[in-house]
């Protein structure tokens, strides 16, 4: 993601985007699930691509009727240059959440960072604290929407402008952190329950080991972030 930010020209996004398209294919996720994922960045890619359009000086292309703002050619190419490389860092984000599970994302977490408890960080309990957080992202999500049904089905209305329905979602705030502080509880009493200390050195059913399939993922990152910053 870093590699694609740092990039100044399409052709190094293309070959970060074929990066991309063959972890898609190596991970068996279909493309369609990846590329859903842009959707919900629509509102954000229209920004940054008017932005450019209109704000960035050359050679104008089209006068807006009425008004003193153009568009220009080096406009619409810087737009759709950041709209691209937008995506590609989203893409890639969705790819590591679509692929990885939460206690293996948590588990290389912990593994990576182990070097800081010689400084007495508790490595252990903040890899811990981005598992749950992790699962319970969409619990809640689904908690939201179930209060939002049961408000509309006694005759709520969630519609209007920005202002009135940001207005209308408050009265789920208070019965969502409720739910939210309950399963929190819960989840506290059965870590408890399972004889869980804070602290004590943990054992794992997995033991994370390199691999030959990670040295040729690990080449084929470098390659391709050495071909990034090489075009650049």
Request: aromatic fraction near 18%; charge should be positive; include cysteine.
């Given at each position: 993601m870093i590699a694609a930010l740092s990039s100044q020209s399409f052709l190094a996004l293309s070959i970060f985007s074929a990066f991309l398209a063959l972890t898609a294919l190596l991970s068996r996720l279909p493309i369609?699930?990846?590329?859903?994922?842009?959707?919900?960045?629509?509102?954000?890619?229209?920004?940054?691509?008017?932005?450019?359009?209109?704000?960035?000086?050359?050679?104008?292309?089209?006068?807006?009727?009425?008004?003193?703002?153009?568009?220009?050619?080096?406009?619409?190419?810087?737009?759709?240059?950041?709209?691209?490389?937008?995506?590609?860092?989203?893409?890639?984000?969705?790819?590591?959440t679509l692929a990885t599970s939460p206690m293996q994302l948590t588990n290389g977490l912990e593994r990576l960072f182990n070097p800081a408890k010689r400084i007495g960080l508790p490595v252990a309990e903040l890899a811990l604290m981005i598992s749950i957080t992790l699962r319970f992202i969409p619990v809640l999500v689904d908690e939201a929407e179930r209060l939002r049904k049961a408000q509309v089905a006694r005759g709520a209305e969630f519609g209007g402008n920005p202002l009135r329905r940001a207005r209308s979602l408050l009265p789920l705030l208070i019965p969502l952190f409720v739910s939210a502080f309950e399963r929190a509880d819960r989840l506290a009493l059965a870590m408890e329950s399972r004889g869980y200390q804070p602290g004590l050195p943990r054992t794992y059913y997995h033991q994370l080991a390199l691999q030959r399939g990670d040295l040729y993922a690990g080449i084929a990152i470098a390659s391709t972030i050495a071909a990034i910053y090489w075009v650049r």
């Open positions: 369609r699930m990846v590329i859903a994922n842009l959707r919900v960045f629509v509102w954000l890619f229209t920004f940054t691509f008017g932005l450019h359009a209109f704000l960035t000086p050359g050679t104008v292309l089209w006068t807006l009727p009425f008004t003193t703002w153009t568009i220009s050619v080096e406009g619409l190419r810087m737009g759709s240059f950041f709209c691209f490389r937008l995506a590609t860092v989203v893409v890639s984000a969705a790819l590591m």
